[in-house]
Nanobody, 119 residues
Framework: QVPLVESGGKLVQAGDSLRLSCTAS????????RGWFRQAPGKEREFVAA????????RYGDSVKGRFTISTDKAKNTVYLQMTSLTPEDTAVYYC????????????WGQGTPVTVST
């Protein structure tokens, strides 16, 4: 089990930017990919962004393309989600995840960090 800890979520206004962090505590883990998901109240969990183990390849959900950027600092064992031009529709609990044992299958999850975007 890879312990993942998210941070950075808070209340912001529409149009603001925010950066979330996800750190794998303890020893360094190799992962096939690391990703961000979110879940808004009353909605299903939604894929936001992912980055592969090399850090060179990324992909994004349609609703965040062009506004969010995922990146990694391997030295810090941390993945970031830079969010810009936030709207109230981005309000959700954001979870980071890691595919540790099988490519494409996220088997380690953080507890989530809440992001609220006000009008």
């Amino acid at each position: 089990q890879v312990p993942l800890v998210e941070s950075g979520g808070k209340l912001v206004q529409a149009g603001d930017s925010l950066r979330l962090s996800c750190t794998a505590s303890g020893r360094t883990f190799r992962t096939y990919s690391r990703g961000w998901f979110r879940q808004a109240p009353g909605k299903e969990r939604e894929f936001v962004a992912a980055i592969d183990g090399s850090g060179r390849n990324t992909r994004y959900g349609d609703s965040v393309k062009g506004r969010f950027t995922i990146s990694t600092d391997k030295a810090k064992n941390t993945v970031y989600l830079q969010m810009t031009s936030l709207t109230p529709e981005d309000t959700a609990v954001y979870y980071c995840a890691a595919a540790v044992r099988t490519p494409g299958e996220y088997d380690a999850w953080g507890q989530g960090t809440p992001v609220t975007v006000s009008t």
